[in-house]
């Protein structure tokens, strides 16, 4: 019993459903995890194509499971100016940065993943909590009609 008294004993209860605003910063952060690896790769002059699982169902109606390449867009655009831009999005929106400002300006490939890694971090610590709100309430009120 003197290995179980070294431990911290404390009351818990597990809680029955996360969050929404926990599950869309999960999800922005794996979005911008997998482009931090696009871009390394891009820099690398190597491919990055993750796989995932895509069911299907073959000529007799049996449901299969298969792997297949998963399509991942690069988040960054060259713009007029001639460097580059990266545009956050969350579906099909793309997120208000700071007040009127949506894009980051990169000036090479190294600043690129800097850029996602620190606006990865900030998504984690819930800087753009209000902003993901805003997007999720608006795709979830345009489902419901």
Known sequence: MTLLNSLKHVVAKKPSAMPAIVIRRNKLSSMLY?????????????????????????????????????????????????????????????????????????ASADDLINALQIIKKAVEAGELDVQLNAVGDRISKQLSQ
């Open 34 to 106: 997998e482009q931090i690896q696009l871009a390394t790769a891009n820099k690398n002059g190597t491919t990055y194509a993750p796989l995932k699982m895509r069911t299907y169902k073959d000529e007799y109606g049996n449901r299969k499971q298969m792997e297949v390449t998963k399509r991942v867009r690069p988040m960054w655009f060259v713009a007029d100016s001639g460097k580059c831009c990266l545009s956050i999005r969350y579906g099909a929106r793309v997120l208000e940065l700071a007040k009127g400002k949506n894009a980051v300006e990169v």
